[in-house]
């Protein structure tokens, strides 16, 4: 039974630049959450997802981020115009159920700006 | 607003030692509080997950207490071992914000 699954591991991304972040989350998971870790900090949350839904998105910045989690395929977290300050760690979790239920974190991504 | 702290930011012990890390938080009012290891330059591995109405969690060596009407948990780790050392984080679940709320984590270090 694989984990949730993150790729790539480790993106260099020019500014201005698009970055795209996969999850995939565990076999049976219908939940998928992000989180970002910025350097000397911690995680930090991003957005909430279901199948086809954005449930909570209010730790997403407003401009440039944003997130889908289609019928068919991962999760994807896309940052547009990438600038150096949203190099960082991105961390993907997955859960059976919301409430009261364990969340399972990805080996996240690794974003750099240059 | 739920906030998370977690004292000491960083400790150092010698192996064979039992210590205990600590976790506080704002909003008594949570679903549940799990605790994480992260390795450097790694993810997150689930320790320990304490649901409101427990009040702790063993998993080998490691015991996690959870009171909620103090806003507090503690992860105590018998026999430490140098393959401890990782950064330990806790994140409470619930109350305002139905996502995890995370401290910043204690660096362990165990000297062998």
């Known amino acids: 039974n694989a984990g949730v699954m993150q790729n790539p591991r480790h993106l260099v991304r020019r500014r201005g630049q698009e970055a795209r972040l996969r999850c995939s989350p565990m076999?049976?998971?219908?939940?998928v959450y992000w989180y970002r870790q910025l350097p000397e900090e911690g995680l930090k949350f991003m957005v909430y997802?279901?199948?086809?839904?954005?449930?909570?998105e209010s730790g997403m910045p407003k401009e440039r981020f944003s997130a889908e989690f289609p019928k068919e395929g991962p999760s994807i977290l896309r940052i547009q115009q990438v600038v150096r300050g949203d190099s960082a760690a991105y961390f993907c979790?997955?859960?059976?159920?919301?409430?009261?239920?364990?969340?399972?974190f990805g080996p996240g991504t690794r974003l750099t700006v240059l | 607003k739920q906030e998370v702290t977690q004292i000491p930011a960083a400790l150092s012990v010698p192996e064979g030692e039992n210590l205990v890390l600590n976790c506080s938080f704002t909003d008594s009012a949570i679903y549940n509080l799990q605790w994480f290891r992260q390795d450097p330059g790694k993810g997150l591995t689930s320790l320990l997950l304490i649901q409101s109405s427990q009040r702790e969690q063993t998993s080998g060596r490691l015991n996690a207490s959870l009171d909620k009407s103090s806003g507090r948990s503690t992860l105590y780790i018998a026999a430490s071992q140098p393959g401890d050392s990782a950064t330990y984080l806790c994140?409470?679940?619930?109350?305002?914000?139905?996502?995890?709320?995370f401290g910043k984590g204690t660096k362990l270090s165990v000297k062998p």
């Open positions: 997802l279901q199948k086809e839904n954005i449930i909570d």
């Open positions: 076999k049976g998971h219908s939940h």
């Open positions: 994140a409470a679940y619930g109350g305002s914000q139905g996502n995890l709320i």
């Open positions: 979790a997955s859960s059976r159920k919301q409430n009261q239920n364990e969340q399972f």
